[in-house]
């Protein structure tokens, strides 16, 4: 009973059900955006500010609600830490009642109870939907149980199988309420002055409400189906956001390619979550997660899942290769990047892996593995986006490939095990990130443009408000010391577990490529983020404002939302000090933010986590700081030093060196995946096959069919006098007739337009396969 | 009984059902080789429901038929429609599909 | 048993029969009469299984709308009501074939699996089981059902109607 903690680890001791008004209500949060979508819908265009009004208020009052159920959440996690506290002191005082009257054999005992006890503890709970927060203390782990907040009823009911949608509320749910409804209502206010005197003003602050509510919709979903529902949803707003001005081809064609993209993934998502439910029998995501954990379900089926779910992690999220969509979205309005392409909806796939962890852990193995497709997918983007954002011109595709290589750490760090630092990522991620686009938005919005080498350069004179934000938001997306990226870009780095050579130990396995992939990465960020602030702000403008006079610095609705989200990027990063940090009375604020979000449950797997380590930290920020001096050396002083009008050196590298050259093209034609895509998969399928086989019939059979026959005819000719004549025309006619024959009967099949001829293909190709499968199978 | 006395039936009717569709130009000709694959299909549904002693055999042969009637509704619509067009309901002249 | 083992098999060849001349006949006419006989046939083959309900319904849904509708669309595509010699592809062995192998698979798959399994003698289902199956196991796929049905009955009227 005495070691209480040392053998139940992470496992509960003990369960209270979280509760409180606001965790129990949390379906209003996403409602409410709901509502507002509707009756600006309805009636918007006649309202004083045409509906505008209606989505700042809705989303105001989700963020308050949402507010209020992050400080319930961590009233009720609190409250576990003190009730753990009280119980040890129970306990050490029954210990010395114990070993007051003959304590060796009741202490035996009682510790049998307790183990049976425990053991039974979990299994109950495993079915009794428990989630338990860890109650981190001092001298080690001990956990008391916190119920997640489970509401569901049911929706409908078929053939005995029960469908529900509910609510589940637990630490990362309310981290996840909290980021969108925090960064939606700054967009919101933002947009008021972007967007103003837009053509269709009230249906973009109408589709803004229907994002944000089905945003919200996915993070509470109790169960899959749910998720599948609310992850739809967040696609298809999106594609009416990108698609806003769709007008103009290239903004519908964008919209289109995000769209189809994303629906690559989800045929992922669907067969993954179909095996999920088929092999766990239920819906529920908690109950899911407990059978991957419990190895109710077998290996195979779960590396399948994952793998299927990956690919809609790989669309959503912007992984390579099926990033191509996340730069062309950059189409839509700039507050809609900031919104959706950087800190909520790209971020789904994250939280969708974030949410069933236990299914990615187990399947790929995550524990004592040094290899798994997350980690290799979400470095190979780091890097191959952060090489992609030298190239781009335009100031919002820099950010967009930015985004995409963010979002490769945090699928590294889901791939490599360190789910809190993903999940810290993401919330640090979200505010720099946003802050970044609010403020090139600001800037176009003043130069009609987002190209920095045409219509930018020396910024800072003109915006001096947005310059300040957006170096703030910058050195925190560069992940330098003390502002918030620093601190969830170390947690990632530490989390790979591989960096034996700088004295560390814990992480989950030993993920080495994955710590120089990171590493690379941050190094590539400094030196493209360093261009950007080079070509907008600094040198000479270039740009021309048609006789407007110079640029002016934004109106207070867009300053504002900026300098919070500077706040934000500098401050959120505190949140989650690493371990070792800080000491005495200061050590309580050591990761706040894992211990509130984390769940230690049941229903989440056993992670492991790295020990920080100052070495690392170290290296890390030295790495980065060579990134933004290379890159400030380039531009700051050489090409300053050539004209202050100049964006790159007359006769730099690429100029010079063949191979870096060669480079730069490949980069520039974003390593030729869009051709790959649309010309030879796209059109390879549509044109040259389709156009090879009618070549095929129209030169190669009709023009052998001919030719035979001309030839053969004029043979016969040239033997007519000598030979018996009707023979061989007999022949002759007869094997041109033939082939003629033959050559029709290829050509109808194919690609003729006769319903016939395809009904006749399907079915024989039907019945082929199915003799195949009973052949073989 | 045995099972497979009402399978082997179902799939003669299919068959026939499919030859038909293949084989024949009218419209209304091929709608009625459709009808005849799916009551193939029905057959299948209330044998196999009769045999797991399932009352979903019978509820799904059930759909089966209201979704045929619907889909008589539409294709004869569909048919009127290239009847008037064409003035013909030869299916094999209707080709303007092709690539 | 053997009684009805014997009205299988007078049913199954009627229809089997009639559903050749479905797909053979010249006369459209005579091809929508000899569907009813198939689809009577299938109704007894259901009554046959015990499943009284959908007997009924496949008589009076297939045989009392289905085939109406289709001979009235005969009559609207102005269908000559001799025989026609145009009714057929002109190259009808490939059909022939494919259905042919269709039919081979499926009956080796068929035997292969179900050689030997009997149906259960007593299940006879009537129209209260099948009902309180619908309205409380089937009540989703059931609306769904009804939706289609109205939104085909939407679409052929718009799609049909004159200009």
């Given amino acids: 009973m005495v070691a209480l903690s040392a053998f139940t680890g992470d496992a509960p001791t003990s369960l209270i059900q979280a509760g409180g008004w606001f965790l129990e209500k949390a379906w209003i949060i996403p409602a409410l955006p709901a509502i507002s979508f509707v009756l600006i819908l309805f009636f918007g265009k006649r309202m004083k500010y045409k509906g505008a009004e209606l989505g700042i208020v809705s989303i105001a009052v989700a963020f308050i609600f949402a507010v209020c159920c992050a400080g319930q959440w961590i009233g009720q996690v609190n409250n ?158 999106s594609f009416a956001l990108i698609g806003h001005w769709w007008e103009e081809k290239p903004n519908s064609d964008a919209a289109l ?92 796939g994250i939280y969708m892996v974030a949410r069933l962890y236990g299914v990615f852990f187990e399947g790929y193995d995550i524990a004592g593995s040094s290899f798994n497709i997350l980690a290799l997918v979400g470095s190979v983007t780091l890097v191959g986006a952060g090489l992609l954002a030298f190239v781009q011109d335009d100031i919002k595709k820099v950010l967009a490939y930015s985004t995409v290589s963010q979002l490769g750490y945090m699928v590294m760090a889901l791939g490599v095990g360190a789910w809190t630092a993903a999940v810290f990522h993401l919330f640090t991620h979200a505010f720099f990130k946003a802050g970044l686009f609010l403020g090139a938005g600001s800037v176009s919005h003043a130069v009609h443009s987002f190209d920095m080498k045409k219509s930018m350069g020396g910024m800072r004179k003109f915006m001096p408000t947005t310059y300040k934000t957006f170096v703030v938001c910058t ?134 986590h790295g020990t920080p380590s100052w070495s690392l930290a170290i290296f890390s920020t030295v790495v980065a700081l060579i990134g933004v001096s290379a890159a400030g050396y380039y531009f700051f002083i050489k090409v300053n ?23 730069h093209t490949i980069l520039k034609q974003k390593y030729y995946l869009d051709h790959l895509y649309t010309d030879v998969i796209a059109n390879g399928t549509k044109g040259p096959v389709a156009d090879a086989i009618y070549w095929t019939n129209q030169k190669g059979i009709d023009e052998a069919v001919n030719q035979v026959g001309k030839q053969t005819a004029r043979v016969s000719t040239f033997v007519y006098e000598k030979i018996d004549q009707n023979m061989v025309d007999g022949v002759v006619n007869l094997s041109g007739r033939a082939s003629e024959g033959l050559g029709e009967t290829t050509r109808t099949i194919i690609q003729r337009g006769k319903i016939h001829q395809y009904a006749a293909i399907m079915f024989a190709a039907t019945t082929i396969l199915a003799g195949l499968l009973i052949v073989f199978v | ?69 619907a889909e008589v509704g539409v294709g004869l619509a569909i048919i009127l429609l290239i009847f008037r067009n064409r003035n013909s309901i030869d299916l094999s002249s209707v080709d303007s599909l092709k690539g | 048993m053997v009684a009805q083992n014997v009205f299988f098999g007078i049913i199954a060849f009627v229809m ?100 030997d399994t009997e149906l259960p003698r007593e299940s006879v289902t009537n129209a209260a089981m099948v009902s309180d199956s619908i309205f409380a196991d089937y009540i989703v796929p059931f609306e769904a059902v009804s939706v289609l049905l109205l939104a085909a009955l939407i679409g052929a009227v718009v799609v049909a109607r004159k200009e």
């Fill in chain 1, 475 to 608: 050195i925190a997306l560069m992940g330098l010391p003390p502002l918030a990226g620093f601190w969830s870009k170390d947690e990632i780095l530490v989390g790979t577990g591989g960096w034996g050579m700088f004295g560390g130990t814990g992480g989950n396995g030993t993920y080495v490529f994955a710590l120089v992939m990171g590493i690379i990465g941050a190094a590539l960020t400094c030196a493209y983020m360093t261009r950007v602030i080079y070509l907008t702000f600094f040198g000479e403008f270039r740009g021309d404002t048609h006789g407007h006079g110079d640029p002016q610095e934004s109106g207070k609705r867009i300053t504002i939302p900026l300098v919070i989200l500077a706040a934000m990027a500098t401050g959120a990063g505190f949140l989650n000090l690493p371990v070792g940090f800080l000491s005495g009375s200061k050590s309580g604020w050591q990761e706040r933010f894992g211990h509130y979000v984390e769940p230690v449950a049941t229903y989440f797997p056993p992670i492991a």
């Fill in chain 1, 641 to 663: 030093a050539q004209s202050p009008a100049s964006t790159e050196l007359a006769n730099g590298l690429t100029e010079k060196n063949r191979i870096a050259k060669a480079g």
């Fill in chain 2, 1 to 69: 009984m045995l099972l497979v006395q009402f399978l082997l039936l179902s799939s003669v009717l299919f068959c026939i059902g499919i030859y038909g569709v293949l084989a024949r130009k009218n419209g209304v000709m091929v709608l009625m080789s459709i009808e005849l694959i799916l009551n193939a299909v029905n057959i299948n549904f209330v044998a196999f429901g009769t045999m797991t002693n399932n009352i979903a055999g019978e509820v799904f042969a059930l759909f089966v038929i209201a979704i045929a009637a």
């Fill in chain 1, 80 to 237: 576990a830490d003190s009730h753990v506290e009280h119980q040890k002191q129970h306990q050490e005082e029954k210990h010395l009642d114990d070993s007051h009257n003959d304590g060796d054999h009741h202490e035996t005992l009682s510790e049998e109870i307790q183990g049976t006890y425990s053991n039974e503890l979990e299994l109950a709970s495993g079915q009794d939907l428990t989630v338990f927060a860890a109650a981190e203390e001092d001298d080690g782990h001990d956990a008391v149980g916190i119920k997640p907040v489970v509401e569901r009823f049911t929706w409908w009911e078929s053939g005995g199988r029960t469908f529900q949608v509910g609510i589940m509320v637990d630490g990362l749910a309310v981290m996840m309420l909290f980021v969108v409804t925090a960064i939606s209502l700054l967009v919101h206010i933002y947009s008021t002055e972007y967007v103003a005197g837009d053509r269709r003003y009230t249906h973009y602050f109408a589709f803004l409400s229907l994002f944000s509510s089905s945003m919200l919709f996915f993070v509470i979903s109790e169960n899959v189906l749910q998720a599948i529902v609310g992850w739809e949803l967040v696609g298809v707003c």
């Fill in chain 3, 16 to 115: 089997i029969c009639s559903a050749f001349k479905v797909v053979t006949t010249k006369n459209v006419i005579h091809a929508a009469l000899w569907l009813v006989v198939v689809l009577a046939g299938v109704a007894g083959q259901f009554l046959l299984l015990g499943a009284e309900f959908v007997g009924v319904t496949q008589i009076l849904v297939y045989i009392g709308a289905v085939v109406v509708l289709l001979l009235f669309g005969v009559m609207l595509t102005k269908a000559s009501l001799g025989e026609e010699a145009d009714l057929n592809m002109p190259n009808r062995v490939l059909p022939a074939v494919i259905a042919a192998l269709m039919f081979g698979v499926m009956t080796y798959a068929l035997i292969d699996t179900f050689r």
């Fill in chain 1, 257 to 348: 390619k995000a769209f189809l993209t994303n629906r690559v993934g989800d045929i992922g998502l669907l067969i993954g979550m179909s095996i999920l439910f088929w092999s766990a029998g239920s819906w529920s995501i908690i109950e899911i997660n407990n059978a991957a954990i419990n190895h109710e379900i077998g290996h195979s089926t779960l590396l399948v899942a994952s793998l299927c779910l990956t690919a809609a992690v790989m669309s959503k999220s912007g992984q390579f290769i099926l990033h191509t969509w996340l730069p062309d979205a950059m189409a839509g309005p700039t507050p809609v990047s900031a919104l959706i392409h950087a800190a909520t909806m790209v971020v789904a």
